[in-house]
């Protein structure tokens, strides 16, 4: 009964070895706030899709289901707790399979067995509550992308753990452009995957729990690319966590992008990588051996705080909890099911303390990064770390203008004066502080603010006859015709064949 379906995985094979794990073993440590869950399904109207099962050619606007974690208040005899039965039953939807019944769920997915190790997961209770009241508050936001293919639920376990932690986590699942069916990791997969992330960064909007200032993007496997291309075209991500992220295996489809640019990747970021593969593995997989040392993405950043950890103890499938618990285990390199579990919890603690430290500023979180394995009490047996620090960014005028723009376009020769002391190398250029302070005069609520721009221009540039002109204009703007008339004769001087000026003054003296 079970249905052929060309399932891609990469960088890991399976064997016929059942896993024995549970969530209770694993044994995260969750925070102080209970866990809020909700599933639903929004459409992309401006991208068309069709339903592979259906076998016909009917298309509709391309769903995008949404799993959303968040903390929350608990309403008792209306919310109810959640068990990993209710989590595959959303696997069954984004597989397309929603009606299959319950019975026949570790039969019919070719990833999913019908053992009894894995039966007894689904009566396993899980965190998360349905029917729940998000908390009050504004909490930092994780944007999660899924391995290949793969369902928005892959790393509920993760994801529940970090919402008890005062986090919002909101995911979709991987698939691909028209169909459920990707191409194979092309560039084309990648930027499918990374306009789907795109549409949550918009949803997150629609929530008033959300701190929409702290936002980090989140991937397993090749969600990991898809959110490396994202943060290049994005400004307003401030940190990404990469899961064993395919950009470490695949560095060519991200340089195909037409948006890849290194210089646009300057958040912090954090990589956790699988364990070193063996070359038994190596040979038989026909796996390049220098994915085991080579990381081109994380070599070629420059102004990218990048931590770089390798788990000793885990292969690529056990980055995800649905890896943890249902993945078969690979008899020539995994572990004990009690080392992966182990290795799964350190993975969820090492990220959690990421995420404090880049999105809530948090110092103990910054020192458990920046600290040796050992320091925190972990045996680098286990894990082993690399950090580099990002080269600085050359502060140009952009830089100072988001400086100029904070404090309202006010005191703006004392703020270059200050700013060019640090930065000696920074230059605004005569032309684009003209047409700033056109842009705010012209602005009947930022008049003064324009005026202010032309005044620190003719600091920098006192024998600009144009300058002048603007100045005026903006005075004449404001009825100060005693100042706009006193520099447009400052910009004649300078250029006696200025026909503004001229014009202007001329209607000034009638």
Do not use: C
Not at 237 to 262: C, H, M, Q, W
Not at 338 to 358: G, R
Not at 364 to 386: A, H, Q, R
Not at 410 to 437: F, S, V
């Amino acid at each position: 009964m079970r249905p052929t379906i060309l399932i891609t995985i990469i960088l890991f094979q399976l064997s016929t070895l059942k896993g024995q794990t549970s969530l209770k073993e694993i044994n995260l440590n969750y925070g102080k706030y209970k866990v809020g869950f909700e599933h639903y399904t929004t459409v992309d109207s401006t991208r068309t899709y069709s339903v592979h099962n259906e076998f016909n050619n009917q298309l509709i606007n391309r769903p995008i289901p949404i799993s959303l974690w968040y903390p929350t208040e608990i309403q008792e005899g209306i919310s109810t707790e959640l068990s990993v039965l209710d989590y595959l039953k959303i696997l069954k939807e984004e597989e397309e399979w929603k009606n299959l019944p319950n019975d026949f769920l570790l039969d019919w997915f070719p990833y999913l067995w019908n053992t009894p190790q894995y039966k007894a997961h689904l009566s396993e209770k899980v965190t998360a509550f349905s029917n729940s009241i998000p908390l009050k508050g504004k909490f930092p936001v994780i944007v999660y992308a899924p391995s290949y293919q793969a369902s928005s639920i892959e790393n509920f376990s993760l994801f529940e753990y970090l919402a008890s932690n005062g986090f919002v986590v909101i995911s979709s699942p991987s698939r691909g452009t028209e169909t459920r069916w990707l191409e194979g990791g092309t560039t084309k997969d990648m930027e499918t995957q990374s306009r789907d992330v795109e549409i949550l960064l918009k949803e997150i909007n629609r929530y008033k729990n959300t701190d929409l200032k702290n936002i980090a993007l989140m991937g397993f496997s090749f969600g990991g690319l898809s959110n490396a291309i994202t943060v290049m075209k994005h400004k307003n991500i401030n940190a990404i966590v990469s899961l064993d992220g395919t950009e470490r295996y695949n560095y060519a489809v991200l340089e195909k992008s037409p948006y890849f640019n290194l210089d646009r990747f300057a958040i912090p970021y954090i990589h956790f990588a699988q364990k070193e593969i063996p070359e038994e593995v190596l040979k038989s997989d026909k796996i390049p051996a220098e994915l085991n040392y080579r990381f081109q993405l994380k070599d070629s950043l420059k102004y990218s705080n990048t931590f770089s950890y390798r788990f000793h103890d885990l292969t690529h499938s056990y980055f995800s909890s649905f890896g943890v618990l249902f993945a078969n285990r690979d008899k020539r390199q995994d572990k004990s099911d009690d080392k992966i579990m182990a290795s799964y919890k350190l993975l969820s603690e090492y990220t959690l303390q990421f995420l404090n430290a880049t999105l809530k500023n948090d110092k103990y979180g910054k020192e458990y990064i920046e600290n040796s394995p050992d320091k925190n009490g972990v045996l680098e047996t286990l894990i082993s770390k690399e950090i580099k620090q990002a080269k600085t960014k050359k502060f140009d005028y952009k830089d100072f203008n988001d400086l100029a723009f904070n404090q309202g376009y006010e005191d703006l020769i004392p703020l270059y004066k200050k700013t060019i002391a640090k930065h000696p190398e920074l230059e605004l250029q005569e032309g684009m502080l003209n047409t700033l302070g056109l842009r705010l005069v012209f602005n009947p609520k930022q008049i003064e603010q324009g005026v202010n721009v032309f005044l620190l221009a003719l600091h920098i540039y006192p024998n600009s006859a144009n300058l002048y002109d603007s100045l005026a204009e903006g005075y004449f703007y404001t009825k100060d015709f005693k100042n706009a008339i006193s520099n447009y004769k400052k910009s004649l001087k300078l250029n006696p064949e200025n026909q503004n000026a001229i014009t202007r003054l001329k209607q000034l003296r009638e």
